[in-house]
């Protein structure tokens, strides 16, 4: 140690020595993409970024950083809504002498460890891209249960930590119901191997679920085992038009009852939304009656390749027609098609992200409360921010609605007080759900931008039963601090 | 207070107040069924058996008990197989001087509270018997996942407090993956209430998971809401035979990759299994080739009342048998064949305790090792206990083997050290799961039978963990005392 050096410097030069040089991060253009969320909202900060290889260099860097008191904030492919993997962030949340913490990017921790086809069982690391799971899965003739907009940027350790939904939550569940098995590496820097692949262990309480969604609060999840499905061999794409939500949720109702485990999809999009989408890919067109107040994208999927889901589907939307619950519907008739239906549900993020600010909310009610709430709620909104529209997609089957009051650029720009806003326009919508006995977060997790709706909305003695538990595993709450708990 | 009255007499007293006299059961005879578990092997003892009718009385019981340091021990149908429900057991874990534990028993709280078919949820009372639930969920054309053996007299709580599996886990998962929300008294009687109906709630740790599985040592779970699924409509059910386990993994990996979603059971049983019921169950006919080796009861559902699954089981069947992979097959031709398959798996229990001393264990490994670990498992044991017969019944799709080990009620007696004994043949069976990644516990939980086990074959690190959630939540270690901790 030299008179000169500062513990900064000593840190840093403990975590070159760990990972090599080269995977410590220091320069402010380097560490720019680390320390701001993909949407450029939100900017933090970091006093480096590692990027580690192995369980064993994440667990030394957790113990290095530990004994100098400085906070970490694991990160995957920092595609998260909430500001779970950004650093530093709000700065007044930080006091002007805490070193700025370090950020654990685990993207070259990437490698696909074991594929068991007849387990229906894979294991990966967390760095692992989402996409690179799900082809994996599939050259073993298997299917990885989860599919959302980033898959092709996203990591199976941020889904895990965030416990990801998607639009596949109907038939698989959350990323949380696809772990089998995590290792962990604890706060102490103590590393936790339980990578197992058992269908069912009841040998104790299922530390794995506590991790899962914890988002990074509880130590850094550093490898996973993942539940694999049968691969569907058959699939029927529709896009379904009603006049009105109760008729939406009447053709889930009968569609599940008539065919329940075949239902993949079941995505909800109001006429506003749409109008977007098209707006932002001149060339998209809807595969029906662009009038419609709702559309909803309709997937069965069968791993029976011989299943004859065009003809099921055909029957299930002459009911419904005959039913009155359907405007029009289109089947796709090929894989173009299917193709076509989805680049609308897929063009969503980008094209609201170009045509305002969109304050998006993750809100889930029971699902048979999600027109009452969505009436509510839009009225409640538009009666005090005018200015904005109601822009609506919902994981239907989830009861889970992005329901995003939309403001133009320029309106946006116009408002005096931005961030105070957005917080206040959220605040609306998220009593509007706690009314119907809904949450503030369905799939996108708390992160720093909800933790203050966590501790508004919820029970004084569940999140102290949170803070409990955070406090027995992360006694020094330098994990992640500031996130899920103000 | 009198001179007379001792401490023990004063908390009487208040449980008498708070529940009623005649549900604080005191009496020898009385108390009997509540500190015994169903099979007759474990005698506990108990202060008293108090019979709440509500959350409430619940809380009251709880504070009272922790105001005179009485530990706990919550109880619904007492089906349970690791002892985790029995009080007082084994009476050299207690210490003379402590109070005998007080029984908290939820059968009074039975009502079903809501069940809501278009959100596919139902929400009850923890001391619900599981057959009424599912009785409850029918009513209202809706299905819930889990059945079992007991189902006609366990209770919801304790299927949650245990994360009951059964036969059909394969399709629906365990209980665990029915919780939407839960409602729980506290170590300090506060009560929780997490009885949200929600598909998904990513707000802060998933507490539901910790206090399912946790085998009442975290508190007293008192209502649920539960995930209901379309029912089925259609059934085919089918009689398997064959070689040996591996063939029986090929048409379970088959099966699975032809028609997925559709398996709802997966049951193994071997041909000592099947002799010992068709001893105790005179009457009774094997659906085909009663020397086989191994048979499997293989079961499809739809919701689609449509769907024509005789055919596709004859497809499949036919693929398996050019495949060589049966040596026989037999087809339900109708709900009282259907019946008569089922009446086979479901006269285990009761054949096996009458038949003699069966060691029962609940072993999971990776599915692809089921064959290596039984092999090698019965190979250990015979070569130390010859005059066992060892009896397979698995679900196979989960990995789930329940190889017990069977002495006739002659070879038992002879043993000199029974309880030593039937330690060191578990032991012996868990050693060889646990080298094939298995676990000691798949479905029946830990109790107090197997706490010796997780602290033996689980990391040391990760029971540390178990040991600090249980110490965040409840301090004085008064509830369930015992149990999972050794």
Redesign the interface.
Known sequence: VTETSSPGDSLLQSLRDIVGAQYVLTDTHDVQPYVTDWRGRYHGKASCVALPQSTEEVARIVRRCAAAGVSLVPQGGNTGLVGAAVPGYPQDAHSASAPAPVVLNLRRMNRILHV??????ITVEAGCILAHVQNAAERH?RYYGVSLGAEGSCQIGGNIA??A?GTG?IKY??T??QVLGLEVV?PDG?I???L????????????R??F???EGTLGVITAATLKL???PRAWCTAWLTADNIAHV?QCL?RT???????IATFELLNRRQLEIVRHHIPDLRLPADPEAPYAALVELT???G?ARLDA?ME?ILGELLAAGLLRDAAIAANSAQRASFWRIRHGISEANRSHGMGLST?V?????HVGAFIEEASAEVLAEWPQASIVLVA?L????VHFIPMFSHADWAALPKREETADAVRARVHDVAARF??????????GFV?AGE?AR???P???A??R??????DETWLQNPGK?FS
């Open positions: 068991d086809p007849v387990g229906n069982a003739d965030t416990n939904g939550v569940g959350s949380r119901e604890l103590q936790w191997n339980g197992r692949s058992l269908r069912k262990d009841n040998a104790g309480y299922a530390l679920h506590l899962a969604g914890s499905h049968p691969r949720l109702a599940q009852s008539l065919v329940g485990e075949r069968d791993t029976d011989h099921l029957r993750d889930a009610v029971p699902v048979a994981h089957g989830d009861g889970n006995g809904g949450t503030f977060s369905a799939e996108h997790g708390v909800l966590l909305l919820r029970a003695l569940e999140t039963l949170m409990r538990i955070k406090q027995a595993l899920i």
